[in-house]
């Protein structure tokens, strides 16, 4: 496997990061205020704040399936939501992950305390904004986290979708930081010797 090399002067910039993520956001809304059958007829709440909500819920991979898209979603609307799909992806294992493992060492109590630390802040903000249960709270933060998302727990209230909103982007950036010593670990178990590697090496050692 040939690894990447960094290009001397250059780093991810967060400011960047938040620059093109809010745009990101911003158009995929548009889009879903404005194409017909993006959103469920009938969805409880205003059209702006779903619009957001399934913005974000795309543009993160979450996808809950509850208020979008409908059963009426054009064709048009299939190709924004496959190319808005891709963008999320390639901006949340791209960037943001980036960014997220060059803060990850200066947290005070290292990736674990803020992931735990970030699940209590989930379970405290849905018991309280949509009556969850405790553990249904903190399922509900791990599928967040994760960008599962079954859609078997959503939120209904307008309030309970802007917080879900913000907090998939901020719960995001901490398993992504997570993931990165996950990665490490089963990378480093999967690795194997490749044949004539030994030789290389004693060969550049020589030269």
């Keep these: ?23 990101l956001v911003l158009v995929t809304a548009v889009g879903f205020y404005t194409l ?33 898209p409908s059963d009426k979603v054009t064709f048009a609307g299939r190709a924004f ?54 553990s249904e709270a903190a399922y509900f933060s791990f599928m967040i986290g994760t960008t599962i998302g079954y859609g078997d727990v959503s939120p209904r209230s307008e309030v309970g979708k802007i917080a879900v909103a913000i907090y998939a982007i901020l719960c995001i950036n901490v398993v992504g930081a997570l993931l990165e010593p996950a990665r490490d670990f089963l990378e480093g178990f999967c690795k194997t010797k490749t044949p004539g590697a030994s030789k290389s090496t004693e060969t550049k050692k020589k030269v």
């Design 1 to 23: 496997m040939i690894e990447e090399e960094e290009q001397p002067g250059l780093a991810v910039s967060t400011l960047r990061v938040l620059l093109l993520g809010s745009a």
């Design 36 to 68: 017909p059958g993006m959103i469920v007829e009938g969805a409880e709440g205003s059209k702006v704040v779903n619009a957001v909500y399934c913005a974000v819920m795309t543009l993160t991979t979450v996808g809950f399936g509850d208020i979008c």
């Design 81 to 134: 939501l496959i190319i808005t799909s891709f963008l999320g992806l390639g901006m949340f294992c791209g960037p943001v992950m980036n960014v997220a493992a060059s803060w990850k060492d200066h947290i005070p109590g290292g990736i674990l305390s803020l992931t735990t630390f970030t699940v209590f802040i989930g379970i405290a903000i849905f018991t309280y904004l949509e009556g969850m249960s405790q």
